[in-house]
């Protein structure tokens, strides 16, 4: 799906969602929830998509991230 098909269909403009897909700003949690819906995306891939960075943990790093959905 292009950034303009998938911007269109979750309400907002091009630019957003290509701020939002390369980092530099975030995706809110009802552009999150479209979005699964849109791509199909399981309740398992959710972290992965979304909290990718969070959810890794490192092997010097004790600290642990948990995100609910």
Request: aromatic content about 16%.
């Amino acid at each position: 799906m292009s950034y303009r098909r998938l911007a269109s269909a979750i309400g907002i403009s091009t630019d957003a969602i290509n701020n939002k897909l390369n980092g530099y700003t975030s995706f809110n949690l009802n552009e999150a929830e479209k979005i699964i819906e849109i791509l199909g995306i399981s309740s398992e891939e959710i972290n992965r998509y979304f909290f990718g960075k969070y959810c890794e943990t490192q092997q010097n790093d004790t600290r642990e991230y948990f995100f609910i959905y």
